[in-house]
């Protein structure tokens, strides 16, 4: 089949690149002249585990190419996929649709014969129906159809996701277009991974719901960490015998400093604005954003409290500063919030990224940046593990005592055992477990 991607950004060169694998004809499109020539010669423009093989095999293959020229690029194609960004407006938080219904403007003057025209972008419910009535306004003559095909893909997990899903969720209204899409996903469908056919609006609640769902998640079992504080449980045995209830699931149950990310805080905020905008207000969604966003900035307390009360005059090392490991995104860090509270009150942060340092650097200032775990954490008065790189796993705690200034370790993913730390000699806090 021959697929046209528009937007070269993350969901679009990945999903991409993935379709191009599957032995799909597939182009890239977009209007940043700079990119597009960079990816002609492999140069990836994202930090995503084995993409970059991906898209150099692919494209050396013929089956994956890029241009600027979206006419060219989608006149006789199967399929267009609508992947540009849906940022949020600073004005009042709703998703920002206006890269969407330019695309849909584009797509529908250049659209060569029936085509279905996929909304893979995360965009609110009613935008499939929307994009439907800008292709028929610019070209009412044309055979189309528009498909609500949302995206699961996990930073740093993205081509697994994509090549091995739970479920492909295809919100359609015509068969037409179903058939279609079951080609698309054939290569998947084949390999026994279900694929969902709904109507569009449901489709388009579906991926909301899943990541307000899996937000929920996350802020429910660190609450229940908070409460283990309280009463000396240990949240990791908590969520072990939660997520052996079948019915609950093991998955998504790591308490820690609170989500973040370009897709939970986006996509539970523009859910909530929906829902309030319909008449339906998601009472459950607003309480975890709520509880979400205080959660990071409390998260540097725990340091002052390790430092005996302040972290005035003190040196902080943080350790990891990206959303989540194996990723440079720094998109809603819990980081940049703990960061910013330590140095409101009065600490010197040494800041260290295995892969985000030069994004860090420009949401994170007054830090001082580092290159090594070590470099950050020499004549620190205390550290802060704040995103579970592995390589932190592997610090030998002898040498890093003699390198700090004091031995307090606070550990916001649970990395390591308390006994051991303890048994190393440090003062040691962590998540929702016993000291
Ligand atoms: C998320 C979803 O997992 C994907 O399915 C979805 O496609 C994507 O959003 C999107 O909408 O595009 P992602 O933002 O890459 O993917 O990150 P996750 O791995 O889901 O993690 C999100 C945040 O939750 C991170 O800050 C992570 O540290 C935190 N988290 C996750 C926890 O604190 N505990 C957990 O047990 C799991």
């Keep these: 089949m021959r697929l046209a991607m528009i937007g070269t950004g993350y969901v679009g060169l990945v999903s991409g690149a993935c379709f191009a694998e599957f032995g799909h004809d597939v182009v890239c499109v977009d209007i940043d002249p700079g990119k597009i020539e960079k990816l002609k010669k492999g140069v990836i423009p994202i930090y995503e585990p084995d993409l970059d093989d991906l898209v150099t095999r692919n494209h050396a293959a013929g089956r994956l190419n890029f241009t600027q020229d979206l006419k060219a690029g989608i006149a006789d194609c199967d399929c267009v996929f609508i992947c540009v960004g849906t940022p ?36 609110p419910v009613g935008t499939a129906r929307e994009v439907d009535a800008i292709v028929k306004a610019e070209n009412p003559a044309a055979e189309w159809d528009v498909v609500s095909n949302p995206e699961f893909l996990r930073e740093g997990a993205a081509i697994e996701d994509f090549m091995e899903p739970d479920r492909v969720v295809i919100g359609a209204d015509s068969e037409r277009a179903r058939s279609v899409m079951r080609q698309l996903y054939a290569p998947l469908s084949d390999k026994g991974v279900p694929i969902l056919m709904t109507g569009r609006e449901s489709a388009e609640v ?211 055992s308390p006994a051991n730390m303890q048994a190393a000699g440090f003062n040691y806090l962590s998540i929702g477990r016993p000291a």
């Design 88 to 123: 949020p407006r600073p004005e009042d938080g709703h998703a920002d649709l206006k890269y969407v219904y330019q695309a849909a403007k584009d797509i529908a003057g250049a659209m060569g014969r029936y085509t279905v025209i996929v909304d893979k972008s995360t965009v």
């Design 206 to 416: 579906i991926k909301y719901a899943t990541n307000a769902f899996l937000a929920t998640k996350v802020t429910f079992i660190n609450e229940m960490a908070d409460l283990c504080e309280k009463v000396g449980g240990n949240v990791e045995d908590v969520a072990r015998g939660l997520g052996l209830d079948d019915r609950i699931g093991p998955r998504f149950l790591r308490a820690g400093p609170g989500y973040g990310g370009s897709c939970f805080p986006k996509d539970t905020m523009a859910l909530v604005k929906t829902a309030e905008m319909v008449g339906s207000p998601t009472w459950i969604v607003d309480a975890v954003v709520k509880k979400n966003d205080a959660r990071k900035r409390q998260m540097a307390h725990r340091v002052g409290e390790i430092c005996g009360g302040s972290v005035k005059g003190k040196t902080i090392a943080v350790l990891g500063l990206t959303f989540k490991p194996d990723t440079d995104d720094m998109r809603e860090s819990p980081s940049i919030d703990i960061v910013d509270e330590l140095q409101s009150n009065g600490a010197t942060v040494r800041a260290y990224d295995p892969e985000g340092t030069d994004q860090a650097k420009a949401v994170i200032k007054g830090a001082e940046f580092c290159s090594s775990a070590m470099d950050a954490l020499t004549g620190a008065d205390a550290a802060v593990l704040v995103t579970e790189w592995a390589e932190f796993e592997d610090l030998d705690f002898d040498v890093v005592k003699s390198v700090m200034k004091a031995a307090n370790f606070v550990d916001l993913r649970n990395v390591f």
